[in-house]
C-alpha cells in the first residue's frame, strides 16, 4: 500500500492549541483559533504488515538513506527507542500507543521519498506520525476516524522529545483548509471552502531559532497572568487572535486574497507587539521583519507574516497568482541568497461539471429483448405518465444537479442510435402526429442532447474499461459516475445526485454513495465498510469487496450500529478524482482482470487506501433494470417513488 501524508501550514493562530489547552486550568481564558492547511509537499511511502517487527527505512531529500532500523512489536522495545528522540522515534512512539491500545502486529515502512522541507515549520515529523498511524488504520482495518488518527499521531509524538502541539498533526486532513478550535482537552474541527486558488510563497530565512527556549517562554505565561508581559500574551493569543482567525475563515471562503494578506499583516503586528517582550532575543527575529518588509517585495505580495512559533525561522507570503509566486521566488534568491523557498497553492474546491454513463454492455441478462432494444433504452414511466427510455430519466439526473456535460460510453454500433435519439427531431411523418405537450418534450431532447457526448467503447471489455474510455472526455477534472442501467428517486427535495455534489464539496475527496441491503441480496451487489464520521450518514470507506459471500460480509463488512445481517451496499452513484483513471489504466495496460473484465471495483479500493475516500447513505433510492425481475419491479415501483416525493 502506498500512503501519502502532506506537511501542514499555519495560515492564522500559531500557538493557540497549547494556549487554548490551558483553559482546563484557567477557563476565563479564550479559545484557541487557528486556520492550517496542507501543503504541496510531503512523505511518501510503501508499507505492509509483519508479522512482529517494526522496520523502517527513509531515502531523504538528498538522497541519503537512513536504516532500516529493526524493532521487535514490544512496549519496552519501541519506548526506549522513542525516548531517544530523532527521526526513528517517531514511528516508535506511535508504534507504541497504537500497541496500547489496540491488537496489533508488526509493520514495514519504505519512506522512499519526502519532498517536504525538513525542520522548516511544516510538521515534517507530525506527517511522517500521521503516516504511521494511517499505515496501521488501514492494514489492520482500526477504523479510526481521521479525528482519530490526528489524536493518535500527537501521543505518538509527545512520547518523543518532540515539543509538538494539537495542530501539527492537521496534516492528517490532508490539503484540505480546516479551522481547529482549541477549548482545554476538547478539539473541533471544521472544513472551509476555498471559491478560488489561493497562491502563498514559503521561505526558510536560512537562520536559527530556538523553538524550544521560544515555548517554555511563552508557557511561563500560564495558567494565570502574574505581569503585564504575562497578560498581554495571553490576550494575543486568546481573544485577539482569535478575532484575526475567525476574519479571516469568511474572507476565505469568499476568496478575498488582499484582505487575506491584509490580515496575515495585523497578526504579525499584533504578534510582534504582544509577543515579543515575553521573549525578545527569540522573537525580535530581525530577518523575518527584513524579508517582510523589504522594498522590492511589496508590489509582488499582498502580506505576509511568521510561519510556526515565529522568530528567524519560516515566512510566508500571499500573492495574487502563479506570476507573482514566480516574481518573489526570483526577488528573493537574487536578494537573500541564503534563504531557500517554495510555492504553495491552495486549490478551491472543486466544481463537478461533468457526469459519465457507461451504455456500451451487451444486457444479456435481459436477452432477448436486448437483442432488438439497448437496455439503457428500456421505458420507464415517470411522475407525470410519459413513456421515456432509462437512459433519459439518468442524464436528468445528472442534470438536476447542476451538471454541465454527460458523456455516455456505447458500443461503436450503437452511436448512431443514441446520436439520433438525443440530437436529432422526430421525422416529418411522426412529429406533427405528436401531442403538443410530446412536441415540447422533443424539443426538450434536443435541448439535452447538446449536453451529451456519445463516447465509444471499442471492445467490451468490463464495466472499468467502460469508465476508462472516458479518460480523454474528462480530462484532468473530478466527475459523476451513474451507472446506466440504475435509476433514481430521492427521497427529500435535493435529488441523489444533488445530494452526492454537495458531499464531495463538504469533503473534498470522491465520493461512493450507499444504501443498505440485507444479507441475502448482498452477493449481488458491491458492498463496502469503514468508520462513521455522522452515524447513518457519512462515513470514512476502509474496503470494497464485490459481490461478497454471506458469511464474509459478517465477518468482514459488518458495520457497528447496524442491524444484524444488513450491510452497505453501493448505491450506483459515484463522485470521482480522476486520479481513478491511472489504476484503470495500470490494471489494463498489465491485463489484470476480474471473472475476464477490467473491473471498476479494486481499482475504487486502491483510490480510498491512497487518496481517501468518503461513503454517503443517500436520502433516496435506486431502481435496477438490470434483471427481469427488476425491471418489472422497478416499472411499478419508480412511478409511486417519484409521485411521493413530489407530493
Known sequence: ??????????????????????????????????????????????????????????????????????????????????????????????????????????????????????????????????????????????????????????????????????????????????MMVFDGEYTEVIELKVPQDLFLVIVDLGAGKNTQEILHQLNQCYPVARNEVQYNVQKYLGTISAQITREAVGVIEKGDTPQIGALMTRSQQEFDQHLIPASPEQLTAPLLHQLLNHPPLQPHILGGKGVGSQGDGTAQFIVRDK???????????????????LTLSIKA?????????????????????????????????????????????????????????????????????????????????????????????????????????????????????????????VQDEPFLLLLGDHIYASTQESSCASQMLDIYEQVGQSVVGLTVMPAEIIHKAGCITGVWQEPDSLLTVTQFAEKPDVEYARTHLHLEGMAEDMFLAVFGMYVLEPQIFAYLAENINHNIRERGEFQLTSCLDKLQQNQGMTGYLVKGEYFDIGMPEFYRQTMIDFRHASELRNS
Open 1 to 178: 500500500m502506498i500512503i501519502f501524508v502532506p506537511g501542514r501550514l499555519c495560515l492564522f493562530g500559531e500557538h493557540s492549541d497549547w494556549a487554548g489547552g490551558y483553559r482546563r486550568l484557567n477557563p476565563q481564558l479564550g479559545k484557541g483559533y487557528t486556520i492550517i492547511t496542507g501543503t504541496n509537499q510531503g512523505i511518501y511511502a510503501q508499507v505492509k504488515p509483519h508479522p512482529n517487527q517494526l522496520i523502517v527505512s527513509s531515502t531523504l531529500n538528498d538522497g541519503t538513506i537512513q536504516g532500516p532500523i529493526r524493532l521487535p512489536m514490544e512496549r519496552d522495545a519501541l519506548l526506549t527507542e522513542a525516548k531517544k528522540g530523532g527521526f526513528f522515534s517517531y514511528a516508535a512512539g506511535v508504534a507504541y500507543q497504537l500497541l496500547n491500545h489496540y491488537p496489533i502486529s508488526g509493520l514495514e515502512i519504505d519512506n522512499y521519498l519526502t519532498d517536504l522541507p525538513i525542520k522548516k515549520g511544516l510538521s515534517s515529523s507530525a506527517a511522517f506520525c500521521v503516516l504511521v498511524v494511517r499505515a496501521f488504520n488501514r492494514l489492520y482495518n482500526l477504523k479510526l476516524t481521521l479525528q482519530e488518527e490526528m489524536e493518535l499521531a500527537y501521543l505518538g509524538e509527545t512520547t518523543t522529545p518532540s515539543p509538538c502541539g494539537r495542530m501539527d498533526q492537521a496534516c492528517a486532513y490532508g490539503n484540505r483548509p480546516i
Open 349 to 473: 474546491s472543486k466544481k463537478v461539471k461533468k457526469a459519465v454513463i457507461p451504455a456500451a454492455g451487451f444486457g444479456t441478462r435481459l436477452f432477448p429483448a436486448t437483442k432488438v432494444v439497448k437496455k439503457e433504452l428500456f421505458p420507464i414511466i415517470d411522475q407525470d405518465g410519459r413513456a421515456k427510455p432509462v437512459i433519459v430519466a439518468i442524464v436528468e439526473e445528472a442534470v438536476s444537479a447542476g451538471i454541465e456535460e454527460v458523456g455516455i460510453v456505447v458500443q461503436k454500433s450503437d452511436r448512431q442510435l443514441f446520436e439520433d435519439f438525443f440530437k436529432e427531431p422526430p421525422n416529418s411523418e411522426l412529429f406533427p402526429k405528436l401531442s403538443p405537450q410530446n412536441q415540447e418534450y422533443s424539443k426538450y431532447l434536443q435541448d439535452l442532447g447538446e449536453r451529451i457526448t456519445i463516447l465509444i467503447q471499442e471492445e467490451q471489455e468490463g464495466y472499468g474499461h467502460a469508465v476508462f474510455c472516458a479518460q480523454e472526455w
Open 323 to 341: 506570476a507573482s509566486q514566480q516574481q518573489v521566488l526570483q526577488i528573493i534568491e537574487r536578494d537573500f541568497p541564503q534563504m531557500q523557498s
